[in-house]
């Protein structure tokens, strides 16, 4: 995957400065420029793309984390989905659709 969307063989060898994917001549890094450019069309303003090399841009590890939130689920779920983190929700979902294949 680093190969097709940077061109690289290593994380080490990605630039932490890169604001823009490279065009490689593959179909995943075109279709991942081409969800880039979309947004960047669809959109007046934009914040530039920033890479973060998990656990060797420690700085931009930090400030990326901080940016995380969860999101609150809409009113009218049941109860238990209510007091579910992501995780927990995604297994919630998970079992359910075992259960929906196994019947």
């Known amino acids: 995957m680093l190969r097709n969307l940077f061109g690289v063989e ?3 060898s990605i630039d932490p400065k890169t604001t823009r994917l490279p065009t ?3 179909e995943l890094s ?3 420029c081409a969800i880039l450019d979309q947004i960047q069309e669809d959109r007046p303003r934009y914040l530039p793309l920033k890479l973060v090399r998990s656990q060797l841009d420690t700085h931009l590890d930090l400030e990326f984390a ?3 939130v969860e999101d ?3 009113d ?3 109860q238990e989905v209510d007091s579910m983190n992501y995780v927990d929700y995604l297994c919630h979902v998970h079992r ?3 259960s929906e294949l196994a019947s």
Do not use: Y
């Open 66 to 68: 901080n940016f995380l």
């Open 96 to 98: 359910n659709i075992q």
């Open 10 to 12: 290593k994380i080490e």
């Open 72 to 74: 609150q689920v809409p």
């Open 24 to 26: 490689l001549p593959n």
């Open 76 to 78: 009218g779920r049941p």
């Open 30 to 32: 075109q279709r991942a």
